[in-house]
């Protein structure tokens, strides 16, 4: 007896809905990751900023 290929079920595709939940998400925590590494780099500058005044105030 051949199986019957018809029957057989395609791979589920996720909905829209869940789709676009998904994309909002990583949206989220791209900007999130961004905006961590701006105040990073900002709080590296004012620090490098702040050695440099005080080195030149010491001397």
């Known amino acids: ?4 290929l ?3 079920s395609p ?10 939940w998904g994309a909002l998400i990583s ?3 791209i900007v999130l990751m ?3 590494g701006a105040f990073y780099a900002w ?3 004012i620090a490098e900023q702040n050695a440099l005044t ?3 105030t010491a001397q």
């Open 1 to 4: 007896m051949l199986p019957d």
């Open 43 to 45: 709080g590296q500058r």
């Open 34 to 36: 961004i905006i961590i």
């Open 11 to 20: 791979p589920s595709m996720p909905s829209p809905k869940a789709q676009s």
């Open 27 to 29: 949206i989220i925590i």
């Open 6 to 8: 018809n029957n057989s």
């Open 54 to 56: 005080a080195s030149t």
